[in-house]
Nanobody, 115 residues
């Protein structure tokens, strides 16, 4: 199982970024997928999740209405569209696959929101 995140970077407050997670080594459409984020000294924080077929999504209260999770099962890809970014969104963003009662994590991509 391999998960590779991309799309992070430096963005000004109020800006947007789109993160991607490329998946391989498993049947992508069999996995529930999620995004988490982590900052130094804090626990990993849930951001958003999407069901296997993409019909159901869940968001943390801190990102609801600003972030949107989606997936492309034909291309084994997970996305996170992040709008109206705030400084408190600065973190390493990681994707997670949940399949067959096991969890798999990517290495993460850094998102920095700063003027």
């Amino acid at each position: 199982v391999q998960l590779v995140e991309s799309g992070g970077g430096l963005v000004q407050p109020g800006g947007s970024l789109r993160l991607s997670c490329a998946a391989s080594g498993f049947i992508f459409s069999d996995a529930g997928m999620s995004w988490y984020r982590q900052t130094p000294g804090k626990e990993r924080e849930f951001v958003a999740a999407i069901s296997r077929a993409g019909g159901s999504t869940t968001y943390s209260d801190s990102v609801k209405g600003r972030f949107y999770i989606s997936r492309d099962n034909d291309n084994n890809a997970l996305y996170l569209q992040m709008n109206s970014l705030k400084s408190e969104d600065t973190a390493v963003y990681l994707c997670k696959a949940f399949i067959l009662a096991s969890e798999y994590w990517g290495q993460g991509t850094q998102v920095t929101v700063s003027s």
